[in-house]
């Protein structure tokens, strides 16, 4: 599938994720200074939006129990949850952001 159209990058708020479908795939697109990051819009401990979720750095907290999850790898630091999220490549060109969603980066 390759790359495919997320957003636009003015779109995503600061300190905030921004809630985006790329070929069937629910994401939560984050953008720390210029780093965009691409991870599954579902916590893996219950079905809820990390989008829904507050941002700090390099990482997105579910709100409904806490869990932090590494924007780059998708690992959990801390519980309840121990399963990664998957994270997908992200590009950038002009004020598009990409994202792959055919091969993430991790997780199932
Ligand atoms: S649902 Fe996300 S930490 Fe529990």
Same mark, same amino acid.
């Given at each position: 599938?390759?790359?495919? *159209?997320?957003?636009?990058?003015?779109?995503?708020?600061?300190?905030?994720?921004?809630?985006?479908?790329? /070929?069937?795939?629910?994401?939560?697109?984050? *953008?720390?200074?210029? /780093?965009?990051?691409?991870?599954?819009?579902?916590?893996?401990?219950?079905?809820?939006?990390l989008?829904?979720g507050?941002v700090?750095?390099?990482e997105i907290e579910?709100?409904?129990?806490?869990?932090?999850f /590494?924007l *780059?790898?998708?690992?959990?630091?801390?519980?309840?949850?121990? /399963?990664?999220?998957?994270?997908?490549?992200? *590009?950038?060109?002009? @004020? @598009?952001?990409?994202? @792959?969603?055919?091969?993430?980066?991790?997780? @199932?």
């Amino acid at each position: 599938m390759g790359f495919s *159209r997320a957003c636009a990058l003015a779109e995503i708020p600061a300190g905030e994720a921004l809630a985006a479908t790329v /070929d069937g795939v629910e994401l939560a697109v984050v *953008r720390n200074g210029d /780093d965009v990051y691409a991870i599954y819009d579902e916590c893996s401990h219950a079905a809820i939006p990390l989008s829904e979720g507050e941002v700090e750095g390099c990482e997105i907290e579910c709100w409904l129990h806490g869990s932090r999850f /590494d924007l *780059r790898t998708g690992k959990p630091s801390g519980p309840p949850a121990t /399963d990664p999220v998957p994270t997908y490549p992200v *590009r950038v060109e002009g @004020d @598009d952001v990409l994202v @792959d969603v055919s091969t993430p980066l991790t997780g @199932d």
